[in-house]
């Protein structure tokens, strides 16, 4: 009886802890950590890095599934003239080794998945300044790296654990909560039926009244329709409405395929809080992946793409549903688009 008591108290336990992970990112000084609503996390060191940036992923739950990367320049503007970094990272002026059996090593990036490296790795570094190199650019400060590593283990609840990357404990890794169950938007006509010709004339007329009907500032050669299938009845239907220097928000409806039309407003609505505070998100150079059936914006910070908030939305027959929210905060060109960190996704 008192050990059916103790399963139920620890299945209850995991239950209570892993039904809800809110969506986080912050920084700390010279770096930034992202956990999403799977509790997945990562860090990377941020600001003048010259090329060189250290970028730590690590999963929810008991297993060790993490990831040490470190890279001078990212896999598409890496200068290849560079001298491999292996053997002349410096952690303070001293020279770093690595395990050769435990690192995955080519001239210009360097990773590994194996715990023992990454923890003794963590351990060398943990109390320094900076890593940087023998030969050429490249600075990764270290200065927030300890309390990014420490909000991941309290993201992840690890703190106490043996699992724990900063405040170790006696824990067993068991007692680390998984992962909560992945959320699915379900796709109702993956395959509806492709718009016919007077359709797609039929709609673009009624999308130039609702050009002419709206309070739009972008010039009017601008103003492009777009329509898109998206069920056997319905049809999404986006304008460009407004401009700024590198971004066009646009205003979206979904319209009903045969006349009279009826349209209902667009409205995308963050099923979390990201740290601007606002969940109502604009669509920002919008599009629509026919592939994926996915409604698509990208939010530029700057004019390169290297920072800022890209999101996918799904339609389930009655609104779109948030499937993928990236979001790159730091300006450093470093990222584009497709890597920026996740903090929302879905099945």
Partial sequence: MFLRKASLLLFLFFIANSAFAAAAQKSFSDWQVTCNNQNFCSA???????GLVMTLTRSAGAHTDATLRIDLGNMTTADMTALPIASQLLV????????????QITPHHLKTGDADAINGFLEKVGNADAITLK???GNISLSGLKASLLFIDSQQQRVGSETAWVKKGDDPPLSVPPAPALKAVKLTNPTPTPLTQVEV??????????????????????????????????ALLMIGCEAGAYNIVDLAWVVSRQKPFAARQIHLKLPFTPASGNTELELMNSGYDETNKELTTLAKGRGIGDCGVATRWRFDGQRFRLVRYAEEPTCDGWNASPSWPTLWVTK
Avoid: T
Avoid at 92 to 103: I, N, Q, S, T, Y
């Fill in 92 to 103: 303070d002026g001293e020279l770093l080794v690595l395990d050769a059996e435990k690192w």
């Fill in 44 to 50: 990377r060191n941020s600001g003048l890095h010259k």
């Fill in 135 to 137: 030969q050429g650019k």
């Fill in 201 to 234: 004339s039929d709609l673009m007329d009624y999308g130039s009244w609702r050009i002419n009907s709206s309070q739009c500032s972008l010039d009017p050669a601008r103003r492009d329709v777009r329509v898109f299938a998206v069920s056997d009845d319905k």
